[in-house]
């Protein structure tokens, strides 16, 4: 089965109906600036921060009501889960900061035509 990702158990990819089409991959260098009241600001190196990853799609019907439905259970166990993506690159652990979705186009049994959803991650080092 073709995959974009796997966070844990949970799989990115069109094979369940639940595929990003955006992925947003921030580091940060650790250069912090420091106002200096007589100078221009003064750069200090304060340690790498930690990456952080948005996710965001569109997925349609049920289906991807039951999918963000899986994500929060993830994120509800408060553990950190490997990210493994399609090509087999192991990006190491990552935490669920955020799940967010738009629902749209609502028909009368509530079931959203279209989700809009961002998934935020953000890299654990712990480890």
Request: aromatic share 8%.
């Amino acid at each position: 089965m073709r995959q974009q990702m796997a966070l844990g158990s949970f799989i990115f990819g069109l094979s369940r109906n639940f595929a990003y089409n955006n992925l947003v991959h921030t580091s940060d260098g650790g250069w912090k600036s420091i106002d200096i009241l007589t100078s221009k600001p003064k750069s200090s190196q304060v340690g790498q921060g930690l990456q952080v990853l948005k996710i965001t799609g569109k997925s349609m019907y049920a289906t991807a009501m039951d999918r963000l439905d899986e994500l929060r259970t993830l994120q509800a166990l408060r553990i950190p889960l490997p990210l493994v993506d399609g090509i087999g690159r192991n990006w190491g652990l990552w935490q669920i900061t955020n799940v967010s979705e738009t629902q749209s186009f609502i028909i009368d049994d509530g079931t959203a035509m279209v989700v809009d959803w961002i998934i935020d991650l953000t890299e654990f080092a712990n480890a």
